[in-house]
């Protein structure tokens, strides 16, 4: 059983809207805080914003600021993570980490998922 599975992923034009999901099967998900990170092509894994456990704080890469709203349905063992204002920029696989308590960073994560393609044409 995959511990995260993203979806909602696509191809839209700038200016567009997404929103990804991440649904986990990794026991109680209340527990975990999440994270998106995205891979540009040809570029390293970044992160992009994460959601605290209890769902009452969250934090951005400045170049989302604005932009991207990450919130949490734990009762559906879901997150999400909204973009606005999609930028040829944004084109990325993105990727939903968890890490029991602590913010999950790209070197200590107890869970990734498979990824999902965005993709933002001019």
């Known amino acids: 059983q995959v511990p995260l599975v993203e979806s909602g992923g696509g191809s839209v034009q700038v200016g567009g809207s997404l929103r990804l999901s991440c649904t986990a099967s990794?026991?109680?998900?209340?527990?975990?805080?999440v994270a998106w990170f995205r891979q540009p092509p040809g570029k390293e894994r970044e992160f992009v914003a994460r959601?605290?456990?209890?769902?009452?704080?969250?934090y951005y890469a400045d170049f989302v600021q604005g932009r991207f709203f990450f919130s949490r349905d734990n009762a559906a063992n879901t997150v999400y993570l909204q973009m606005n204002g999609l930028e040829p920029e944004d084109t990325a696989v993105y990727y939903c980490?968890?890490?029991?308590?602590?913010?999950?960073?790209?070197?200590?994560?107890?869970?990734w998922g498979q990824g999902t393609q965005v993709t933002v044409s001019s």
């Open positions: 959601i605290s456990w209890r769902g009452d704080t969250s």
């Open positions: 990794v026991g109680t998900f209340s527990n975990y805080s």
């Open positions: 980490a968890a890490r029991k308590w602590d913010a999950p960073t790209l070197y200590n994560t107890d869970y």
